[in-house]
């Protein structure tokens, strides 16, 4: 079973750093992008960027450009997100998911196909 | 950036009700690029629709799409129980990625 399984829930002060992570399993890790999605209390989804486990292409949405970083270990199928000093306003459910490859055109698409079940962060003092 | 704006904000209906759910785009989207998913509370997102009309496997096909520009619709047949939830569009076309703010399907 194609799975994406992130880390648990954190709770951390303003100005510690965090790294979430996102493991894959059940395909090959390295065919298929890596995105993150913010989901705020209450809000709605909010595309972060995304990361190409073969090559560390990373394409961040300007809105979360210079606040998080995103990598991967490739070795392990993991995907990390990370921050170097949190504000309380990354309070937030962050998913990872999967971006689609078609092995027969070998075409890729930016629509997701696998999401994890979500990593809960909460920043306060 | 694309700006997708999802109408109506909420839908109540009753179950066995017929919805339809409006994704409108700033810009024109090519149909393979608008996709929707579901996410039920406290669940993470489900696709249902890529390329405006392909239903993803193992969705019912009461659910269906359709569309095309800038103007997206996602159809649901028969509301069960199990439907109840909110909805988003997302466009890949461009970056940035964006997805609409979403319609909630309520129970009336």
């Known amino acids: 079973e194609v799975q994406l399984a992130q880390s648990g829930a954190e709770v951390k002060k303003p100005g510690e750093s965090l790294r979430i992570s996102c493991q894959g399993s059940?395909?090959?890790?390295?065919?298929?992008?890596i995105t993150w999605v913010r989901q705020m209390p209450g809000k709605g989804l909010e595309w972060m960027g995304r990361?190409?486990?073969?090559?560390?292409?990373?394409n961040y949405n300007p809105s979360f450009q210079g606040h998080v970083t995103m990598s991967v270990d490739k070795s392990i199928s993991t995907a990390y997100l990370q921050w170097n000093s949190l504000k309380a306003s990354d309070t937030a459910m962050y998913y990872c998911?999967?971006?689609?490859?078609?092995?027969?055109?070998?075409?890729?698409?930016?629509?997701?196909?696998?999401w994890g079940n979500g990593t809960t962060v909460t920043v306060s003092s | 950036e694309i700006v997708l704006t999802q109408s109506p904000g909420t839908l109540s209906l009753s179950p066995g009700e017929g919805a339809t759910l409006s994704c409108r785009a700033s810009?024109?989207?090519?149909?393979?690029?608008l996709a929707w998913y579901q996410q039920k509370r406290g669940q993470a997102p489900r696709l249902l629709i890529y390329?405006?009309?392909s239903r993803a496997t193992g969705i019912p096909d009461r659910f269906s799409g359709s569309g095309s520009g800038t103007d997206f619709s996602l159809i649901i047949r028969r509301l069960e129980p199990e439907d109840f939830a909110v909805y988003y569009c997302?466009?890949?076309?461009?970056?940035?990625?964006?997805f609409g703010p979403g319609t909630k399907v309520d129970i009336k």
């Open positions: 998911a999967r971006f689609v490859y078609d092995v027969l055109t070998g075409q890729y698409y930016h629509y997701m196909d696998v």
């Open positions: 059940g395909y090959i890790f390295t065919t298929h992008w």
């Open positions: 990361i190409d486990p073969s090559h560390s292409y990373i």
């Open positions: 810009q024109s989207v090519e149909s393979t690029h």
């Open positions: 390329g405006a009309s």
């Open positions: 997302q466009q890949h076309v461009t970056f940035p990625f964006t």
